[in-house]
C-alpha cells in the first residue's frame, strides 16, 4: 500500500538529514493570509537542485488554486487552504519522476 504523501514528506525530510543539511536546508510550512498554505522546500545537497521543473498555476476558485515553481534552489508552492496535500503530491510526483 502507497503511503500518504505527508509521511512521504516526513521519510524524505529523514533520508536528507545528515547531521549537516537539516541545520541549514529543511522544510518550511506555514499559513498565508489568502487563505491558504505556503511551502518551501531546500533543494541544496539532495539532488534535486539542479532539476528542471515547470511551474505550476491552477485557479479554479477563490480557495480552489496552486502555484509550484523552483527558484533560487527551492520548490516553493501557495495553495488554498484545502490545496496542501495536492501540492505535496506535486512534490512527491516530482521527486520520483527527476531520478
Avoid at 23 to 30: E, L, T, V
Avoid at 32 to 40: E, F, L, T, V, Y
Avoid at 57 to 75: A, K, L, P
Wanted: with cysteine; net charge negative.
Amino acid at each position: 500500500m502507497e503511503q500518504d504523501n505527508l509521511k512521504w514528506l516526513q521519510n524524505w525530510y529523514q533520508n536528507h538529514c545528515n547531521g549537516d543539511w537539516e541545520h541549514s536546508n529543511g522544510i518550511n510550512i506555514k499559513t498565508i493570509d489568502n487563505p491558504g498554505w505556503s511551502i518551501k522546500i531546500n533543494l541544496l545537497d539532495t539532488g534535486l537542485e539542479n532539476k528542471r521543473f515547470d511551474k505550476i498555476h491552477i485557479e479554479n476558485s477563490e480557495n480552489d488554486w496552486i502555484f509550484c515553481c523552483v527558484r533560487e534552489d527551492h520548490f516553493e508552492a501557495a495553495c488554498g487552504p484545502f490545496g496542501l496535500s495536492e501540492v505535496l503530491r506535486i512534490f512527491r510526483d516530482w521527486v520520483k519522476n527527476s531520478h
